[in-house]
């Protein structure tokens, strides 16, 4: 029987982005990104697989992921200081929008599957996610790459802030698309 290692792979935050966009008026969408987030991908393997890039197995590896709600930022000022007050993520008193969970493998293709916390709420997400790549840094080092995407309804995380236009429409959307470039550093 074979002993299991683990292997650690850290957010590079300089080569990775927490994207999201929201349709506005019903017309167009408005997108905006966080700026401070951090994150860690934990791998279980076997020792000889741990020990070559050229065939990791990222399926079943432990995320974590969390972002600093107050630094949403849109372009707009603004827009900045609603969406970061209590009408929607509460930035003051909710500091923090985690993740926890797996990164699934199935027919070539990975999945992100777990929970999400927004605010105080707890929901299970599943987004398509993609290994965009490996390679070597720089200095060395082994790294990996996953572009992320899913969407989830705002009101199912307690940002249930609504104005109608005057046609009837939303001036914010319910959809909330997210979209994520991770680039990972293994340790060790």
Known sequence: MAVLTSTKWAMDNNHSV???????????????????????????????????????DFDGAKIHFVVDTNSLDTNQAQRD????????????????????????????????VGDLTIRDVTKAIAFDAELTGMGKGRMGDNRAGFGVDGKINRKDFGLVWSMLTESGGL??????????????????
Do not use: C, W
């Open 18 to 56: 927490a994207q999201f966009k929201v349709r506005h008026l019903g017309v167009a969408n408005i997108t905006g990104s966080f700026k401070v987030f951090r994150g860690e991908l934990i791998q279980e393997d076997e020792p000889e697989a741990s020990a070559t890039l050229e065939t990791p």
């Open 81 to 112: 200081g609603h969406l970061k007050g209590p009408d929607f993520l509460h930035a003051e008193q909710f500091p923090e929008m985690t993740f926890e969970g797996l990164l699934r493998k199935a027919g070539g293709q990975y999945q992100v």
């Open 171 to 188: 001036v914010v959307g319910e959809e909330v698309k997210m979209h994520f470039d991770v680039e990972l550093i293994r340790e060790g």
